[in-house]
Nanobody, 124 residues
Framework: QVQLVESGGGLVQAGGSLRLSCAAS????????MGWFRQAPGKEREFVAA????????YYADSVKGRFTISRDNAKNTVYLQMSSLKPEETAVYYC?????????????????WGQGTQVTVSS
């Protein structure tokens, strides 16, 4: 089992940048696929980005390609989401998720473990 704690959220102006971090407990972090999702009020949780256990494969939602970068440091049990050129409509709670699998899923139901979320607010 793995526990996830997100950090790095906050208030940023449109066009600005933020880096989210997700720290994982446990000694087997390197065997987990990791994902970032977000959920705005009144909307369903949506996929943002995912990264394979080795970091060799990354996947992004079309809406964030070219602006967001997911990465991981297995030595630090941490996954990151670097976000740039943020838009007001990207205001949401951002969640980190983990799945012990070689398959990288881009849907929420593919993940077994979730963090508590971190709020990102983008002002216009």
């Amino acid at each position: 089992q793995v526990q996830l704690v997100e950090s790095g959220g906050g208030l940023v102006q449109a066009g600005g940048s933020l880096r989210l971090s997700c720290a994982a407990s446990g000694r087997t972090f390197g065997s987990y696929t990791m994902g970032w999702f977000r959920q705005a009020p009144g909307k369903e949780r949506e996929f943002v980005a995912a990264i394979s256990w080795s970091g060799g494969r990354t996947y992004y939602a079309d809406s964030v390609k070219g602006r967001f970068t997911i990465s991981r440091d297995n030595a630090k049990n941490t996954v990151y989401l670097q976000m740039s050129s943020l838009k007001p409509e990207e205001t949401a709670v951002y969640y980190c998720a983990a799945e012990r699998s070689l398959v990288v899923h881009t849907t929420a139901r593919g993940y077994d473990y979730w963090g508590q979320g971190t709020q990102v607010t983008v002002s216009s």
